[in-house]
């Protein structure tokens, strides 16, 4: 029972960093029609980033944080205005391929300033953990749920509450008549991509004080596909709730199906959930059944 | 106050819509542009609000002037912004947003601390909105959209409102009401507003001046009076004509007259 229950809350962070990574993967998806290919880099360049500012600049953790959501801002900000601007009204499959080279760009350029070694965060939280209900639970899962919760949290007011979250969903819905409405559509491009940057880095912050981090971090972008597709790709609840259920599900196939047959179970088992859901639900649990007419 | 000067619009750099259009709304008035099925009604009002360049339209030829300002080279934003508001055709709310939210990113231009007052004269205007305010905007009928449609307009507080089409697809009585707002909303706000219609009885009675178009020209103007009175206009446009037998032809030539 204490082993589930332990496999359980593995899940659920791992998940819940699924959960951001998705969140901006629909995001983008939902504003400008690009399917990202690089959402897993912009995790790994954020893990790096904060890394190198908290080791090699001795950057207070809290502030090194912060700085890398600045620069993650900026650098998806960036990205849309360089690249993905100049793609407006291109076919899908060239887009797609421009992010395919970006995601390849990105991890080669991380690779000549920190090459491949895997590097591990400074003591960060106190490794002492928590007791809960006679459960240990290690301090870093703690803050990390708790700083996704509060992530999406602000972001889902945000979306709500704000003027420019709100002109994000209707650029989501009808492109022209927010054009109509005198709502910059560029600029909400460039601004889904700073906010996509920013919540992967994020995610990226935190798995790296829980595992470390290398290069191989950006496989964390394919993870996000199965994520998205269970939850519906255009749908931010779906993100959220598709990202915990897919890292618990991982968790579970990893501590019951590995020992039987001898290891691999944990990386396919989201892939198998995706063809799965392909199948019998192909919209996700929370997507809109658009008509695509062709 | 609104200028159009001789334009012309290219789609897609070959087909040529507007052909050397153009035409005059006067400050405080309501102008009404009627003409067929493509004759470039739309196109006129997309050319006005900078609506043209993702249907890869462009202004090829002559110029468009707002309040003394040339308009014509400007983003769809800054013309929000400097008071030229379209109410597109066929609704365009954003269904998966609520009445509210949706009346928000109409006042996207707007100062925030504007927004609530602007939002209770749009509940004003139309009281049902106000009971349906955190509904979903897909999930209403057609004519509480256009209402929503109209109340976005009035949420940015535009000095000209485009309004193509408000009556399609609504049945009488509401093209009636949605009639009423429009020239409530011309009375009492002093809002000028260019219309298009198919509905041409109900555009005639609402305007103070008339527009009509085909291939791409103004073929014919004049106040309302004179437009309602002219033979063609009877004809063509509010199906007044009297009986005659279906041999007589003269009815293609008199079209043909126009476009010479």
Known sequence: MEFFVQLIITGTVIGSIYALLALGFTLIYKATDVVNFAQGELLMVGAYICLHLTVSYNVPFWASFLITLVFSFTMGFFIEKVFLRRMIGEPIISIIMLTIGLSSVMKAVVQIFWGTDTRTYPQVFSSEPFMIAGLSISRVYIYSIAAVAVFLVLFSLFFKKSKVGVAMRAVASDQQAALSMGIDVKKIFALSWGIAAVVSAVGGIFLGNINGINTTLSHFGLKVFPVVIL????????AIVGGLIIGILENLAGGYIDPLIGGGAKEIFPYVVMIAVLMIKPYGLFGTKAVEKV | MLKINNIEVVYNDVILV???????????????????????????????SGLLRPDDGEITDGEIWFDGERIDKKDAADIVKSGIF???????????LTVEENLIAGAYTRPGNTVSTAMERVYNYFPRLKDRRSQL????????????????????????????????????????????????????????????????????????YGYIMENGRVVLDGTTEELKANDDVKEFYLGLSEKKSFRDVKHYRRRKRWLS
Do not use: C, W
């Open chain 1, 231 to 238: 939850g519906g790709l255009d749908s931010i609840v779906g």
């Open chain 2, 18 to 48: 507007l052909k050397g259009l153009s035409l005059e709304v006067k400050q405080g008035s309501i102008a009404a542009l009627l003409g067929s099925n493509g004759a470039g009604k739309t196109t006129t009002l997309k050319a006005v």
């Open chain 2, 86 to 96: 379209q109410v597109m055709e066929g609704r365009r709310v954003f269904k998966d």
């Open chain 2, 137 to 208: 905007a897909g999930y209403m009928s057609g004519g509480e959209q256009q209402m929503l449609a109209i109340g976005r307009a009035i949420m940015a507080a535009p000095k000209l409102i485009l309004m193509d089409e408000p009556s399609l697809g609504l049945a009488p009585l509401l093209v009636k009401e949605i009639f009423n707002i429009i020239t409530t909303l011309n009375r009492e706000e002093g809002t000028t507003i260019l219309l298009v219609e198919q509905n041409a009885n109900m555009a005639l009675s609402a305007a103070h």
